[in-house]
């Protein structure tokens, strides 16, 4: 599981899939690597990774800009 938060909001996109905006609490992510864009509205964006381990939750990941 992961839960990524923005201050401001930012849209999401995990392994270059729209997945909805910030806050986005304990979802559910197969384990392994995966990419991570966070794209506020004036257009700045980061791009990160996120490890995920089957049966554990990820660290949470929180952006402020």
Do not use: N, Q, Y
Not at 19 to 25: D, H, K, L, N, S
Not at 36 to 61: E, I, K, M, N, Q
Request: aromatic share 8%.
């Amino acid at each position: 599981r992961v839960s990524i938060d923005s201050t401001p909001w930012a849209e999401l996109f995990i392994d270059g899939r729209r997945v909805g905006v910030t806050p986005f609490i304990d979802k559910p992510l197969t384990p392994g690597r995966h990419r991570v864009r966070a794209v506020l509205a004036d257009g700045r964006a980061r791009t990160f990774s996120v490890d995920v381990r089957a049966g554990r939750a990820a660290p949470p990941v929180v952006l402020t800009w």
